[in-house]
């Protein structure tokens, strides 16, 4: 998919595509998304996306506040403030991607696909005492009201979901080079004890 969405520079795609890696965040949340600071969405320095812009009612369909891996802080530093994806959908590109790349029916690859794999692919990477991780991230477990507030800014605040993000899109860079790096610089950022190249 990351490939398709290079290929002829298919920017809300590829933008819909990274956020929803880095979030796991359901298809309207990330379409809503914005850098504007008065959404009160995005918060650079401690790298965490409140999914819920301000103002906005929770709903029972809980959008959760995340830290976001340090590749998604690099791309989301390079955005100009407002909205992450430019189109008010992805339907058209995301069947059009489906159909090209040969993609299951829409009830098994819809754009709740990234949602879905993300959270398959960290219960399988993640110890079992660590899931409830994935859990907040996707919007299924909540913290108390003063938690909510103050949890985020703590740097182990979903450190060890965050850090399997970190890990699954350094693969997906791999497999396809330029998947988070290439509208950021031609230098990837450092690795955590290793020195840029």
């Known amino acids: 998919m990351f490939a398709y969405a290079l290929d002829g520079e298919k920017t809300n ?7 929803s890696v880095l979030t796991l965040g359901r298809p309207d949340a990330v379409l ?19 999914l819920n812009p301000k103002n906005r009612p929770q709903t029972k369909k809980y959008r959760a506040t995340v830290p976001i891996a340090r590749q998604g802080a690099a791309w989301l530093a390079t955005l100009p403030k407002g909205p992450v ?9 995301w069947d059009t991607m489906a159909a090209e790349l040969g993609l299951p029916g829409d009830r098994e690859s819809g754009t709740k696909l990234i949602r879905r794999s993300m959270a398959d692919l960290l219960r399988s990477r993640m110890r079992s005492t660590d899931w409830s991780e994935i859990e907040a991230f996707l919007g299924h477990q909540r913290f108390d009201s003063i938690s909510e507030l103050y949890a985020p800014l703590r740097p182990d605040y979903l450190a060890n979901a965050r850090e399997s993000i970190e890990q699954i899109i350094d693969e997906i860079e791999q497999q396809v080079p330029g998947a988070y790096y290439r509208a950021v610089t031609a230098q990837k950022p450092e ?7």
């Open 13 to 19: 795609l590829l933008s819909f595509l990274r956020l």
């Open 32 to 50: 809503e998304a914005s850098t504007d600071p008065a959404r009160g969405q995005w918060f650079p320095e401690p790298r965490i996306f409140n």
């Open 85 to 93: 994806i430019k189109a008010n959908s992805v339907r058209k590109a």
């Open 191 to 197: 690795a955590k004890g290793k020195k840029a190249a």
